[in-house]
Each structure stands twice: as C-alpha cells, then as structure tokens.
C-alpha cells in the first residue's frame, strides 16, 4: 500500500461542510428550549427555504428519506394491493414504505448505462391498478422525465420523485424533486447535505403537501378548528436539533454541488479513450450533480470487470463499490420471501402474480447495469490533486487488467 493519498470521506469531517454557522444555530436551538419542530422555527424556516430553493411550492422536513417516501406514498393514499411501479436499484428505503402502506412494489426495467427506470421502462409494467410510479434519480443524473411524465400524466398517475441522491440536479432547467408530483429527499449522513439522518419533502399540490403534513404528524390538525387524528399515521418529524443543522446547511449546497460537478468533468475528461470503461452518461437536458460517480467496466476489455478493476481500486485506498447494491433489490429476503408482517406475507398476497414476477428475462437492463457497475465514492472536498490520484489509479489498475499501455491525453 505505497504512495496512498487519503480521500476525503463523506463519513467523517474530512468530507463534509460542518462549521461555526451549524454551532451557532445548535447553540441557539438548545438556549431556546425549544427542541420540537411542532413550536420551534429552525425546521419551519428550514422547510421554507428548501422548498424556495429548488422552487417548489411546499417543503416539509421529516426525520429521514424513508420517513420522506414513506409520507410521499402515504399522500397519494394506496389502497392495499395497489401497485407503484419503481426500480430495484435503489435504496430500501426507497421501497419497504410502499409495502408499510399496504401497496404492492412493481419493479420496472432500467437503461443499463444511466441504471434509471425509462418511461419503456415503467409502461410494460403499468396495469389497471397502478396507483403511482417512483422514480429514483440514481447517483445524481437524473431520469428522463419529460416522456416519463407524458405517459404519467396521460393516464393521471402520480410520479413521485426519490432525489436523496439529486440535490440541485437539473432537467430542462428545473430541478428534479419538481417535476412530478411529490420530491423526496435525504439528510442521512452521506448525502449532499445532511444532519446526519434527516429528510425532507417537496410539492406543488396543496392537497398533497397537506397529507404530507399530517403523516408526519400522526395525521393530527395543528391549526384546525376542530382537529382530530384525521387517519392512520406516524410520528415522523425532524427535531430542532436537526432543523438548525439543516438550516446551517442550505446555504452551502450551491458550493457542494459547483464543487462535486466540477471535479466529477475533471476526471470524465482524464479518463477519456479509456478502453473498456465507460464514463457516466448525463441524461440530455440535465445537470447530474455526482452524488457518487459510476463507471460501466466492459469485461470483456477489463480483466474480471468491475469487480477486478474495484479490487485494483481499493488497493490504492479508493474506496469504491464494484455491482454498487450487488443484486435487484427483488433478490433481497424480504422481497424474495415475502417476509412483512408475522407469517401472513400481507400485503403480497394481494398481488397480481405478474406484478411479483422476478423472472431474469423481464430486467435485462438490471441485471447487466449491475454486473459492469463501478462506484466511486465522490466529495466537494476533492481537490485536483484527489481527482489526478483517482485518474491515475484508474489508468493504471487498466493498463494491468488488459495488457495494454495507457497514454494520458
Ligand atoms: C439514502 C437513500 C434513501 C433513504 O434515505 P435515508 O435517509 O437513509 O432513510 C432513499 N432512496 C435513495 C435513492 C437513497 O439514496
């Protein structure tokens, strides 16, 4: 393990934008004695500026992504046996809220070189009981969403976004979380900004956002004139001592993702005329905002693929994920055994068997995006010093898994 130049990491200080503006509002949140959302300002003003910030309409902040998927599958108001089509390259997060709300998770396809659902895709799924479609935008790029949203709208079913990894990623000059009916985003400690877990929903509809609302708040009618537990739901708020992490934040996403984008082109253009690996593709129109940076390794040019040229990585210190979740999210227990709720697999059991169909010869796409996927680990603080050392690493685990000499362009 010679000349090893230590990366910065988004699981420690080295990697993340903490400083005296996140101290000061803790310090203020604390002195107030005020640590619930329900009665202090950190989170309302939070949610304000969010929503402003990627120009919607509606923020509410939650306690974590899953809690944001979950509120944004509860708004749309499944009835058990539902389907939501969505992808199995994603986080569980993104999926066991669908199961929680009693619908029935469908998974679509996905576009082997972008690894996201495709409206193709998500139409050789949708049935009669298609209730609403998530789509994740993976690493940062985001889907394309103007046919996605043209066969939604054309049978009037909601799309809900899953930006945890897409801050500020843009399409046709908005930004994702906006384009369909509900945006859901991440404050878990990996992600662009963060209060270490946290979350955060966004929407346009009035009547949407305010189911957003109340699920988060065991569906009680803060406000109300008579209010009341309106329907069945949890307790998913964020907590001050969030809020004033999270207000602290906002500020700087604007530089974290300048920076990410900037280093993320530096090293596509040092890698370029690389045999066998592919450089992330960036869907037209958008603006993919690298919340981790993923290569495809042909195996057929690289000697044992991704998972050869990961290994040549990690030996130079890069800690990088070779098949990235290693199998569709389908393969998973839960999903595989159908194991929810005691012994009674509810609510699979309502399911259409083509909607619980995991047959190889329906994801294609899945399957191969999986088995050539490298991930990189991607940060705001790289320097080009850090993207030289990725660059010449890569170049050089190459060289050796194909016996051919690189020259660096
Ligand atoms: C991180 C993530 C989630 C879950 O967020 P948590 O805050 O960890 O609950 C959901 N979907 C995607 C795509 C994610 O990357």
């Not at 101290?23 to 402003?52: I, V, W």
Request: one cysteine or more; glycine letters at 10%.
């Amino acid at each position: 393990m010679s000349n090893v130049l230590p990366l910065p990491s988004d699981q420690d200080s080295t990697g993340r934008t903490f400083g005296p503006e996140e101290l000061e509002n803790l310090a203020a949140a604390l002195r107030s004695g005020t640590l619930t959302s329900t009665r202090g300002e950190f989170t309302k003003q939070f949610e304000q500026q969010f929503a402003s910030l990627v120009g919607s309409k509606h923020g509410h902040a939650c306690s974590s992504g899953t809690a944001a998927i979950h509120c944004a599958v509860a708004a749309v108001n499944p009835s058990p046996g539902d389907e939501i089509i969505t992808t199995s390259i994603t986080d569980m997060g993104g999926l066991s809220p669908i199961l929680y709300q009693g619908a029935i998770p469908v998974f679509a396809d996905v576009d082997p070189h972008t690894c996201n659902l495709t409206a193709k895709t998500i139409e050789a799924r949708l049935t009669e009981r298609t209730k609403a479609i998530i789509v994740t935008h993976l690493f940062g790029n985001p889907c394309d969403m103007n046919e996605i949203m043209d066969l939604a709208n054309g049978r009037g079913i909601p799309v809900i976004e899953d930006c945890a990894q897409a801050f500020l990623t843009s399409y046709h000059d908005r930004y994702v979380g906006t384009l369909g009916s509900i945006g859901c985003f991440s404050l878990q400690q990996g992600k662009h900004i963060t209060t270490g877990e946290g979350g955060v929903c966004v929407s346009d509809d009035d009547e949407l956002a305010r189911r957003l609302f109340l699920f988060i708040n065991k569906a009680w009618g803060y406000g109300d004139e008579k209010p009341d537990h309106y329907f069945l739901a949890l307790n998913y708020r964020m907590s001050e001592l969030q809020g004033a992490v999270a207000l602290a934040q906002l500020p700087k996403l604007d530089g974290v993702v300048e920076s990410r984008v900037r280093t993320a082109d530096a090293l596509t253009s040092a890698l370029r005329g690389l045999p066998g690996v592919e450089t992330p593709q960036v869907t037209d129109g958008a603006v993919h905002t690298y919340w981790k940076y993923c290569l495809r390794v042909d195996e057929n040019v690289v000697e044992g693929g991704a998972v050869g040229l990961g290994g040549k990585l990690r030996e130079k210190g890069i800690a990088c994920a070779p098949r990235y979740i290693q199998k569709p999210a389908f393969c998973c227990q839960v999903f595989r055994d159908q194991v929810t709720f005691g012994d009674s697999r509810w609510p699979f059991t309502l399911a259409q068997p083509s909607a619980v169909n995991y047959d190889k010869s329906l994801f294609e796409g899945t399957w191969n995006a999986l088995r050539n996927v490298l991930v990189l680990p991607w940060n705001e603080n790289y320097t080009q010093e850090h993207v030289d050392y990725i660059a010449v690493s890569v170049r050089e685990a190459v060289t050796e898994l194909t016996g051919v000499e690189q020259t660096v362009e």
